[in-house]
């Protein structure tokens, strides 16, 4: 399976953006970049995906290197809210068969 | 919203029961999967199901088993509690290739 790597722990500050890195260098063409985030005593929680081009959504971005073997999540506006671990996870969304398989992550924490 | 419901948020069992664990999902999934998350470990997959009545082993199935009956409903059973299945419980279900949702989680703790 094709791994993930991300730093153990960032801080921010409030209201600033947050760029969280992820790198992925034996990414296959077939494999999605998929973000989740674990709020404390929460499960999990999907926050974005993408293949090749850049993603926004409501939550956050999520910028694509072009040669696909890194991406960083970025959060506009870091909240307090926002302080979590951060799952970068590659999957081949074209096999069912294949899991989210969830590394360490990168503990975010948010100072006021 | 996709709701993802697990029966308890706590729970304490004693060593050699057989013990349940409930995760019920609300829109229709195909998909269902349990995993554990201890500290230093991570998240571990331990069942999956893919349709009613079908079950797949995870990374760490040994000492635990699994019922779906209905599409909606996929039970994480643990024959005889041994202390070191302690740990937090989360079941998640999909739709094929999208996202998972995730439940809240149930802390075991077997003494």
């Known amino acids: 399976d094709a791994k993930t790597t991300q730093p153990n722990s960032m801080e921010s500050n409030e209201e600033e953006p947050v760029h969280l890195p992820c790198n992925h260098s034996t990414i296959s063409g077939t494999d999605y970049i998929h973000w989740y985030r674990q709020l404390p005593s929460q499960g999990p929680e999907y926050v974005i995906h993408?293949?090749?081009s850049n993603v926004n959504n409501r939550m956050a971005s999520l910028a694509i290197a072009e040669d696909r073997k890194s991406s960083t999540l970025i959060l506009h506006r870091a909240t307090l809210r926002d302080a979590a671990v951060y799952y970068c996870?590659?999957?081949?969304?074209?096999?069912?068969?294949?899991?989210?398989?969830f590394g360490g992550g990168t503990r975010l924490m948010v100072k006021p | 919203d996709v709701k993802v419901t697990q029966s308890s948020r706590y729970l304490v069992k004693r060593t050699g029961e057989k013990v349940f664990l409930e995760c019920v999902q609300d829109?229709?999934?195909?998909?269902m999967f349990w995993y554990r998350q201890d500290p230093g470990l991570g998240l571990r997959l331990i069942y999956f199901?893919?349709?009613?009545?079908?079950?797949e082993k995870g990374d760490i199935p040994e000492g635990y088993s699994v019922s779906r009956e209905k599409k909606e409903r996929f039970s994480l059973i643990l024959e005889s509690a041994s202390t070191n299945q302690t740990s937090m419980y989360l079941c998640?279900?999909?739709?094929?290739?999208?996202?998972?949702?995730f439940g809240s989680g149930t802390r075991l703790t077997v003494v």
């Open positions: 199901s893919y349709d009613v009545k079908m079950k």
């Open positions: 829109m229709d999934h195909e998909n």
């Open positions: 996870i590659l999957r081949d969304n074209n096999n069912a068969g294949n899991m989210l398989t």
């Open positions: 993408g293949l090749t």
């Open positions: 998640a279900s999909s739709v094929s290739n999208y996202g998972y949702t």
